[in-house]
């Protein structure tokens, strides 16, 4: 007898030859809209009411203007003409937006999607309503933020990832569009126009604060307060002008310094030999630096200045892009040491982020934002490097078009999202590789652990309560064959590792789950981390203490019926090459969702059937992870790659014994002794009674034998008989003696 049965191992290796006709399907069906296709089924008036026709822009751009008579009233374009909008389905999230004139929003309109927790789970009228939350956005304060800034509009609870590529790419694609149409006065950055300039990386002089201010390698602001004042009340705003700035009106208000530290002249005038040295081991690839330095009642850095770990009061703007300095990108610097510098209060030494798009040699501006009664204003130093450090050369790029979805840009902006995700779960991240490191190391000295039988199961008890509890209901970290789905349609089409670096806990388990398949099948994950087989296996627990009688299933009937999960995982995987958003619409025989991502809020017809799951795991043990999981026969395959023999069994396991096959929680060993590890879920419990002296048959006949020679010999002298204890390899039949 096999513990896998022959039809179903008949059926995967006919797997191949069934996902390649499924291949050759979704070749024929695939097919995308275009911008074109979309704006001809869409009414001009929805967006722009006094408009009477859509029109095509000149230049073979994808944007199409809407017309009143022969005025342009605004533009529309999908974001994904212009930008990466892959969510974690790994298609696609395509959002028509539309812009007037002055480079506002008018409104964005969700077109299509296929992202799994919106098909099955956050309705999708929240995502709507999120994506209309842009109308009156103004584009040129989105080019400032660089998408650094949280949308200006709630985020979608539980679909954290999903709402932060729709933020990204809508703000990213505007901007590009804006560029291209010449709005909100932002210009198009053509390359093959551009003119060529590059650093002379001089490191010869060291040069005076007077030199350097001479010859353009520092920039100055000075604002009197009167200069202050005026600038507010030409704003109009009338709290503002109630509350002046009070003082002399010559007095100053902030005397602003700004360098750039790219050229080595510059940098060792005016950090120091000892600084600079510091600079230098600091500054990484792809990073530039800034000094800043000023005086004056108005502090640029501010007097809490480091507010959620960026400086509000101060940015660089190269080309309508816009860097925010952060706390750990920022140095305090405590004087500057080039000869007749002045005694300055503040010195600041402020790195780019290493994913920041910044050309040093080419002309940027440092903006100061003052700030009085909730009113912002903006001074910019306009700074350029001086002639002698920068090479000029004719323009040599060849003409390119102007949209390209996977350039160096758009990979370096998908990095950063989901870089900017990882940094915001830093502690949740720590928590669960903790939690990991701690199951590791309780695997690898299971032998140890398991003599202690209240000390497991204990341990066993609040391991199940902490994955339940946090990592499912509070982190929502559950896994799914959603996600197997997700990456096989992945490599089928355009693989990119950023689609799934988005959601790092996910990620981290994945990765986890893929180490542990080799040590120890799929019982580490189904049965310590998954949150919905650790509610199943606690409300059984609390079953048992109320005295709810268990069922057990005939042997003959349980392995007819663990084959079904294999199907239902392959019918899922033969569906999602044709139509992944079919298959995740019927991967909902998965409870996940409703149980634990969206903790029991869904409609009646999704309850019924998780209540029913998990009435029928209170009398037979984790029903659900037995017959119907898809992921756990998606993980039990290439679990059978397991390379190592962890559960211990004696020679009598099986025959006449039938101890540990009676208390398997899940059926996951077979009359005969042996192990299946495509089911075993590794509770351990087996391995309690394998040293168990008060229930093992074995242990009890070597214990009692061992002693009349030994009176002090104890549990472990049938593990070390070789007489009782017979090694072979899992889910290998033992022949009959």
Known sequence: MTSFPKYIQQLLYC????????????????????????????????????????????????????KDQKKTVGYAFLNTDFVGAIGYSGKPIVVLVALDTNGLIVNAKLVHHAEPIILSGIPEQKIVDFIEGYQGTDILTVAREKGGEPPPVDIVSGATVTVMVIDDSIKRASVRVAKILGLAGLTADDPSKRVQRSIIPKDDEIYDWDTLVGNGAVRRLHLSLSDINKGFEAQGNP???????????????????????????????????????????????GQNAFLIMGLGQYSFRGSGYV???????????QDGETIRFKDRFYKNVGSVEAENAPD??????????????????????????????????????????????????????????????????????????????????????????????LLTIVFFIQNQIVRRTILTERLRIAFLVFTLFWIGFYAQAQLSVVNILVFANALLTDFQWQFFLMEPLIFILWCSVAVSLLFWGRGAFCGWLCPFGALQELLNKLARRVGIKQITVPWWLHERLWPIKYIIFLALLGVSVYSLHLAETLSEIEPFRTSIVLRFMRGWPYLLFVFSLLAAGLFIERFYCRYLCPLGAALAIPGKLAMFNWLKRYRNCGDPCQKCAQDCMVQAIDPQGNINPNECLYCLNCQQLYYNKDVCPVVIHALAKARKMDP??????????????RSRRLNQPRPYE
């Not at 310094?257 to 120091?272: D, F, K, N, T």
């Not at 078009?401 to 949740?428: C, F, G």
């Open 344 to 437: 300055l209060k503040e010195v600041g030494l402020f790195y780019t982020p290493p994913d920041t798009t910044f050309d040093p040699a080419r002309p940027w501006q440092l903006q100061l934002l003052g700030a009085l009664e909730k009113v912002f204003i903006a001074f910019d130093i306009s700074y350029q490097l001086p002639d002698a450090y920068v090479k000029v050369a004719a323009p040599a790029v060849a003409p390119q078009p102007a949209v390209s979805t996977r350039s160096d840009e758009e990979i370096a902006a998908s990095n950063a999202l989901w870089q900017r995700i990882w940094m915001q779960k830093l502690p949740e991240i720590g928590i669960l590789v903790g939690a990991i490191a």
């Open 15 to 66: 797997l191949p030859m069934i996902l390649g006709c499924f291949l050759l399907i979704a070749a024929e069906a695939q097919s995308s809209e275009t911008v074109q296709d979309i704006i001809h089924n869409t009414p001009v008036s929805n967006f722009y009411p006094d408009a009477d026709r859509w029109e095509a822009v000149d230049g073979g751009q994808p944007i199409y203007a809407a």
């Open 307 to 317: 507010r959620g770990g960026i400086f509000d009061r101060i940015q660089v703007v």
């Open 239 to 285: 709290k503002a002008i109630a509350k002046p700035e009070k003082g002399e009106p010559e007095e100053t208000y902030i005397d602003l310094y700004v360098a750039s530290l790219a050229v080595p002249e510059i940098a060792r005038s005016l950090l120091g030999e000892n600084e600079y040295r510091n600079y230098e081991k600091r500054l990484k690839d």
């Open 712 to 725: 002090k010999a104890n549990s472990a002298v049938a593990d070390k008989d070789s007489q009782y204890r």
